[in-house]
């Protein structure tokens, strides 16, 4: 089954390899995988997805919580939750075609970014069942040039917010 798992982290050199590393020593697959800063400079979430039965995926969990740059750990998936994916579309559309085009990427809650018929640039956040398909009905519409996807990004519905444990007194 798909994940996405939040990952509040430290924002110190070394803390994404040693997340990145957990994967890999272990053989699991990362299949997209999100890097930003919060609210607090000292903080960074990273949202990754990944595939796993249960246990595989509890197994993750398990070991990224005892990683010291770790702050908190969520799997998105278990709880309500919104997901989102950015996508960037470079399309060589024929000179005729470009209002259709620019009509359905409207339609489909996208932005033109560029309409040069060479290198038509578009723009979509939607989930990813709606950017999949979003990005087969252009390239029937015109020659894909280059698609870049940001990946997965997900906010629980909880009213609890993800933050950072407060630092221990001294």
């Known amino acids: 089954m798909r994940h996405i798992i939040a990952i509040l982290l430290q924002n110190e050199a070394g803390a ?6 957990l994967f890999s020593s272990r053989g699991y697959n990362i299949e997209s995988l999100s890097v930003a800063p919060t609210e607090d400079p000292t903080v960074s979430r990273l949202t990754l997805v990944t595939t796993g039965s249960d246990p595989v995926i509890q197994q993750i969990l398990n070991q990224l919580n005892k990683l010291v740059d770790v702050v908190q750990v969520l799997d ?24 259709a085009v620019r009509g359905h990427v409207v339609r489909s809650g996208g932005r033109v970014l560029d309409p040069a018929t060479e290198g038509f640039i578009v723009e979509l956040t939607a989930s990813e069942a709606e950017v999949n398909t979003f990005v087969a009905d252009l390239g029937q519409r015109g020659q894909l040039l280059e698609v870049v996807r940001s990946g997965a990004l997900g906010i629980s519905r909880s009213a609890r917010a993800s933050r950072a444990r407060p630092a221990p007194p001294s």
């Open 76 to 99: 998105m998936t278990l709880g309500a939750h919104l997901e989102r994916e950015l996508v960037l579309l470079k399309v060589k559309v024929e000179a005729g075609q470009t209002d």
């Open 16 to 21: 994404l390899t040693r997340v990145a590393g």
